[in-house]
């Protein structure tokens, strides 16, 4: 009948309510230990689950040790150390981070060193002059068989130099010469280390022709023929439209000197 069916349902339920109000207060008395330092804020991502015989909260709090309901420095009980979250990541101020950034910027920095190193080392060799041409930065001239009032000419560098043995005459002109006066002014002495023995470029300073020597207006000097440019035995431009007197080189005497050596 439905009386039985009623009483039936009746003893059924007062035999199973009281097993199913244990669990849930098993859970109530253990919630503080489970969720008490876990905040509202935080999400499933930011949790860890650590497997221990006891159970130890995580509390939030900063550096300082100020506590901190929803701040984002975390300290771990199982490691001592303040850890800080964001999504998984260490933040940019993390110590951990500057080393490997500041190990990442020095590598790169040496790296870069050691190129330029590289490429200044290339440069300098490659503007460093060839064999051939240290070879004839210098060359020594044997001066002991020109003759009084005589010249020759060498080439150095490319250029023709002009080595003259002057006589007493052609020294008393360039000496009587008034040299403030000239166009290019230079005293003989200026221009010459042993009185006898003059040299000089053998380019005229106008348009780089080649003058000849012992020849022109001034005896012992040089004539351009190209456009009439006059030099005394002193190589300074007398006459004609050269601006500026014959270059001497550097050069030194040797060996006693029988020889010059010019560069």
Request: aromatic share 8%.
């Amino acid at each position: 009948s439905v009386f039985s069916m009623l009483a039936t349902s009746r003893r059924l339920l007062t035999s199973v309510l009281p097993r199913a109000t244990a669990l849930p207060n098993a859970i109530s008395f253990l919630s503080p230990c489970l969720t008490k330092s876990i905040p509202a804020c935080m999400s499933a991502q930011g949790c860890r689950f650590q497997s221990t015989n006891t159970v130890h909260p995580i509390v939030l709090k900063t550096p300082n040790g100020a506590m901190a309901g929803s701040e984002s420095y975390a300290y771990d009980p199982f490691s001592g150390k303040d850890q800080v979250k964001n999504g998984g990541r260490l933040e940019a101020g993390d110590p951990s981070r500057r080393a490997f950034t500041y190990f990442m910027v020095g590598s790169a920095r040496f790296v870069y060193a050691s190129m330029a190193r590289l490429a200044v080392i290339k440069f300098v060799h490659y503007m460093n002059a060839s064999a051939d041409v240290l070879a004839l930065a210098s060359i020594e001239v044997p001066i002991s068989n020109i003759p009084s009032g005589g010249c020759i000419v060498v080439k150095w560098r490319g250029k023709p130099v002009f080595i003259k043995k002057r006589t007493d005459e052609e020294l008393q002109d360039v000496m009587a010469v008034d040299w403030k006066a000239l166009r290019d002014p230079q005293s003989d002495k200026a221009r010459r280390i042993k009185e006898e023995v003059l040299v000089v470029l053998g380019v005229c300073t106008h348009l780089g022709c080649v003058p000849i020597s012992n020849a022109g207006e001034f005896k012992g000097g040089w004539f351009c023929p190209c456009h009439g440019s006059h030099y005394d035995a002193s190589a300074r431009i007398r006459k004609g439209p050269a601006p500026l007197n014959l270059e001497v080189p550097p050069y030194e005497f040797i060996e006693g000197d029988a020889k010059v050596k010019i560069g």
